[in-house]
């Protein structure tokens, strides 16, 4: 089940599905931060933050390398150390049917549990016609989009 199709078109800023590494990655900094702790300001606290929870060495330069796409291939003590700091099976980091289907369920527990959204307001989605999802997936499209550029215009603000 991919969660684009039950919206009834893509979801490109919320499916961590069938993308690179380096966005899974971003993604689950981005949407998976461990509640209780604060949020890093760059690469530096994010290793740390891994490294302690884990007791696995990280290294800011690892972190950057894999949120930038500049590694596709890491250590495998590394992919063991995120899955565990973000909660998600190792799987998550694969590139096939599998790892998608994990990250939509993913995705779906992210939506329930931290996005506010309820088990029942998911039902009433499923519940409502082709049409209908489709205008909830254009909707949500359209304001995730409008945020981006209204992000985007202030973080250009104060630059010359």
């Known amino acids: 089940m991919n969660l684009g199709n039950v919206m009834g078109g893509e ?9 690179s590494l380096g966005q899974k990655v971003e993604w689950l900094i981005q949407n998976r931060w ?11 606290e994010t290793a740390m933050a891994i490294s302690e929870a884990t007791s696995e060495e990280m290294s800011s330069t690892t972190i950057w390398k894999l949120r930038t796409g500049r590694t596709d291939n890491p250590q495998l003590k590394t992919l063991k150390a ?7 099976p190792i799987g998550y980091f694969g590139d ?13 527990d992210s939506l329930v549990g931290e996005a506010g959204l309820n088990r ?29 550029n209204r992000d985007g215009s202030r973080a250009g603000e104060g630059r010359e």
């Open 82 to 88: 995120l899955s565990r700091f973000f909660d998600v």
């Open 34 to 44: 461990p509640e209780g702790r604060p949020r890093p300001k760059n690469n530096v």
């Open 96 to 108: 096939d049917e599998a790892a998608e289907s994990v990250g939509d369920q993913i995705v779906a």
């Open 120 to 148: 029942d307001a998911l039902r009433a989605l499923l519940e409502l016609s082709p049409f209908g999802r489709q205008l909830v997936a254009d909707f949500i499209i359209s304001a995730a989009r409008l945020e981006q």
């Open 11 to 19: 979801t490109p800023s919320v499916d961590p599905g069938m993308r």
